[in-house]
């Protein structure tokens, strides 16, 4: 069972940017898509990216597409979601998930490992 841990999140002024991290434990990720979802209070949770097992596919939908970039360094065992433009409804606790696929998933259906979570605030 791979084991993850976000990193990076915190409070941000509307306009401004943040990089958050996720690092792998357990086994290695290099044949796992993965990606990140958030969930704002109340709300259901969100995919805001995801990529494929070897980073040569991604989905970001269109809510973040433009402002997000995610990544991963699969020697490493890190994924990281850059985060640019940052607007106050990208408030959430954003998850690193891993998926039972190579393949970029499109839902948070997808995931079947997900870590504890980081807050994201944006302040307007």
């Known amino acids: 069972q791979v084991r993850l841990v976000e990193s990076g999140g915190g409070l941000v002024q509307a306009g401004g940017s943040l990089t958050l991290s996720c690092a792998a434990s357990?086994?290695?990720?290099?044949?796992?898509?993965m990606g990140w979802f958030r969930q704002a209070p109340g709300k259901e949770g969100e995919i805001v990216a995801s990529?494929?097992?070897?980073?040569?596919?991604?989905y970001l939908p269109a809510s973040v597409r433009g402002r997000f970039t995610i990544s991963r360094n699969n020697a490493n065992n890190m994924m990281y979601l850059q985060m640019n433009t940052l607007k106050p409804e990208d408030t959430a606790v954003y998850y690193c998930?891993?998926?039972?696929?190579?393949?970029?998933?499109?839902?948070?259906?997808?995931?079947?490992?997900w870590g504890q979570g980081t807050q994201v605030t944006v302040s307007s």
């Open positions: 998930a891993t998926a039972r696929t190579r393949m970029v998933v499109t839902t948070t259906g997808g995931f079947d490992s």
């Open positions: 357990g086994r290695p990720i290099n044949n796992l898509a």
């Open positions: 990529i494929s097992s070897d980073g040569s596919s991604r």
